[in-house]
Structures are given as C-alpha cells and as structure tokens.
C-alpha cells in the first residue's frame, strides 16, 4: 500500500521477519490527465533510517521527512 507523504513522494511498507523495509516512489510525468497516478520507483528496499537519511539528501520538502519519521516510528 502507498503512503503519500507529499504530493510528490509516497512510501510503501513491506514487512520482514528481522526488520520492516521501505521503498520510496514518484509520480511518472505525464499524470496530469489521470484519475489514478502511475507511480515510479526510487529506491529498493531501504531499513526505515536508511530512508529517512535518503529522504534527507535527495528531497528539499521537510515535511515530506517529517511525515515519513512520523509514519515509520522514528
């Protein structure tokens, strides 16, 4: 299940026996005239600190980063 965290960046959970796992997505280009957005992946399977420090280095948006400490228990 995604997990909008903006408008322009959505993770996903997928849970594991020693650790849960994220991926994080963006919207392709050219949604604009679709109801349901197709999603592009960004990254693998990342440890939630490992995405948080991702989130940090690769997106300006601080709520985006603040919405995923929120979300993954950081």
């Not at 994080?24 to 999603?39: I, V």
């Not at 601080?62 to 400490?69: C, D, E, G, I, T």
Request: contains cysteine; hydrophobic residues 40%; aromatic residues 8%.
């Amino acid at each position: 299940m995604f997990i909008n965290i903006s408008n322009t960046i959505s993770v996903s959970k997928h849970m594991g026996h020693q650790q849960n796992s994220w991926i994080c997505y963006k919207p392709l280009d050219g949604n604009e005239q679709r109801k349901k957005p197709l999603w592009k992946r960004q990254t693998g399977l990342m440890s939630a600190r490992a995405m948080h420090d991702w989130l940090v280095k690769q997106h300006t948006d601080n709520n985006a980063v603040v919405a995923f400490q929120n979300i993954a228990g950081l």
